[in-house]
């Protein structure tokens, strides 16, 4: 059973566009992380929310935690191919770190 | 932000082998360390939970005597995947836990299996 949905699985926009990817489970987690992860490279934290409906804006990539703490989402405003790479959520449950499949993200320049 | 090493980065081995893989946490002290597996165009799973001074905590489906975990210090925890075989060569990721904060990670270890 996957805890952590991501959709989509893979995502190839030009760049310019704007991309929302989202990240849906049945659980409840105590907090939400986003990373990306760059081929051959081990996975590097965006950012991490906690509370139910918080909404974090890191430059171009704004984050929200759904109000039920059980999802969320990752809007990209005018994607560069600089943010091409996986993305990854991850939810906390009982000190360890559960991840999902992923978003795999390709910016066409 | 805190950094975590992993050595070697990469490592090719024949069948039969055993391998270590260190991870090290640089600049805090760790007492959890976690230890990920992740296949080609897949995610990151939990393989085991490192705790210093006491034995590991594996997740289900895991072999511990092929995995072999030690967390003999506060900066240190290995892997050691024993008799390593084809099916074995992935990509290893570490990361080590800073109480009060979060979980960084190693920039992985890959590991071919001939």
């Known amino acids: 059973t996957q805890l952590l949905e991501q959709s989509p699985q893979f995502l190839s926009i030009q760049e310019g566009e704007n991309l929302t990817v989202y990240c849906n489970s049945s659980s409840v987690f105590s907090s939400l992380q986003w990373y990306r992860q760059e081929p051959g490279e081990g996975p590097v934290l965006l950012v991490t929310v906690v509370t139910g409906g918080e909404v974090k804006k890191l430059k171009r990539l704004t984050f929200q935690f759904g109000d039920a703490r059980k999802d969320s989402s990752l809007h990209i405003t005018a994607a560069q191919p600089g943010d091409t790479g996986l993305y990854l959520c991850a939810g906390g449950r009982d000190d360890k770190i559960i991840f999902g499949k992923g978003t795999r993200l390709h910016i066409l320049p | 932000g805190a950094v975590v090493s992993q050595h070697p980065s990469w490592v090719i081995c024949k069948s039969g082998t055993s391998v270590k893989i260190e991870c090290r946490s640089l600049?805090?002290?760790?007492?959890?360390m976690f230890w990920y597996r992740q296949f080609p165009k897949q995610s990151l799973m939990l393989m085991a939970t490192?705790?210093?001074?006491?034995?590991?905590?594996?997740e289900q489906g895991v072999e511990k005597d092929k995995f072999l975990i030690n967390h003999a210090s506060l900066t240190l925890s290995t892997l050691t995947v024993t008799s390593a075989h084809p099916e074995d060569s992935s990509f290893y990721i570490c990361?080590?836990?800073?109480?009060?904060?979060?979980?960084?990670f190693g920039p992985g270890t890959r590991l071919t299996v001939l």
């Open positions: 990361s080590a836990y800073r109480d009060g904060d979060t979980q960084y």
């Open positions: 600049d805090f002290q760790a007492t959890t």
């Open positions: 490192s705790n210093e001074g006491s034995k590991a905590t594996y």
